[in-house]
Nanobody
Framework: QVHLVESGGGLVQAGGSLRLSCVASGFAFEWYNMGWFRQAPGKEREFVAAVSWSGGSTYPTESVKGRFTISRDNAKDTVYLQMNSLKPEDTAVYSC???????????????WGQGTQVTVSS
C-alpha cells in the first residue's frame, strides 16, 4: 500500500522559513518523480515544485523560484521542500505527490499525500 506522509508544516511569520518533509513507502521511490502541490482556501490546487527521480533536475513554479528549494534523498525515501522568505500568500495545505510520468508540460502524479498546513502571518 502506498503512503506519502508529510510533516514540517506550521505557523510562521512573513520572511521566515519552514522545511517540509515527505516520507514515502509502498512503491519504488527511486524511480518516481516527486513533488509538492498546494491548495489555499477557496482556490484551485496548484503545482509548487518537482524533482526528477535522480534528483538531477528540479522544476519550481515561477512564484517560488529563488525562495523554495526541492530536494530528495533516495536512501531515505524522502523528499523535502525548503521554504525561505515566506509570504502570507504562501499559506496553504501543502501535499506531496509521486508520479511516473514526465513533469513537463503538465504533471499528473499517481500518488498523493494527505497534506500539511502552512500558515504565514503578516
Amino acid at each position: 500500500q502506498v503512503h506519502l506522509v508529510e510533516s514540517g508544516g506550521g505557523l510562521v511569520q512573513a520572511g521566515g522559513s519552514l522545511r517540509l518533509s515527505c516520507v514515502a513507502s509502498g512503491f519504488a521511490f527511486e524511480w518516481y518523480n516527486m513533488g509538492w502541490f498546494r491548495q489555499a482556501p477557496g482556490k484551485e490546487r496548484e503545482f509548487v515544485a518537482a524533482v526528477s527521480w535522480s534528483g538531477g533536475s528540479t522544476y519550481p513554479t515561477e512564484s517560488v523560484k529563488g525562495r523554495f528549494t526541492i530536494s530528495r534523498d533516495n536512501a531515505k525515501d524522502t523528499v523535502y521542500l525548503q521554504m525561505n522568505s515566506l509570504k502570507p500568500e504562501d499559506t496553504a495545505v501543502y501535499s506531496c505527490a509521486a508520479g511516473s510520468t514526465s513533469v513537463l508540460p503538465h504533471w499528473k502524479p499517481d500518488y498523493w499525500g494527505q497534506g500539511t498546513q502552512v500558515t504565514v502571518s503578516s
